[in-house]
Nanobody, 115 residues
Framework: QVQLVESGGGLVQAGNSLRLSCAAS????????MGWYRQAPGKQRELVAR???????DYADSVKGRFTISRHNAKNTVYLQMNSLKPEDTAVYYC?????????WGRGTQVTVSS
């Protein structure tokens, strides 16, 4: 099992920044990729950004140029730097760890962006 604990969410005004952190523990060997997803009220969960073993990254079109995902392997932590936040970024953000045979999820952290 992999345990994922997110932190760093909060309430900010539009245009400001936040940095989310996700610390992984447990059976972390074999994790192929880690990422951030978000879910707004009444909407489906969507990919925000992910980073693979080779440091390759993917971003949702809506966050390209504003968000940056990174990882600190020694700390088993992945970060999401969110700049120029918009009200439409408001959602619960979930950390994800992907292995060959399954996905693991954190409990989520709320990000609220006021206009």
């Amino acid at each position: 099992q992999v345990q994922l604990v997110e932190s760093g969410g909060g309430l900010v005004q539009a245009g400001n920044s936040l940095r989310l952190s996700c610390a992984a523990s447990g059976s972390i060997s074999g994790i192929r990729a880690m990422g951030w997803y978000r879910q707004a009220p009444g909407k489906q969960r969507e990919l925000v950004a992910r980073i693979g073993d080779g440091e390759n990254t993917d971003y949702a079109d809506s966050v390209k140029g504003r968000f940056t995902i990174s990882r600190h392997n020694a700390k088993n932590t992945v970060y999401l730097q969110m700049n120029s936040l918009k009200p439409e970024d408001t959602a619960v953000y979930y950390c994800n760890a992907r292995k060959v045979y399954g996905d693991y999820w954190g409990r989520g952290t709320q990000v609220t962006v006021s206009s």
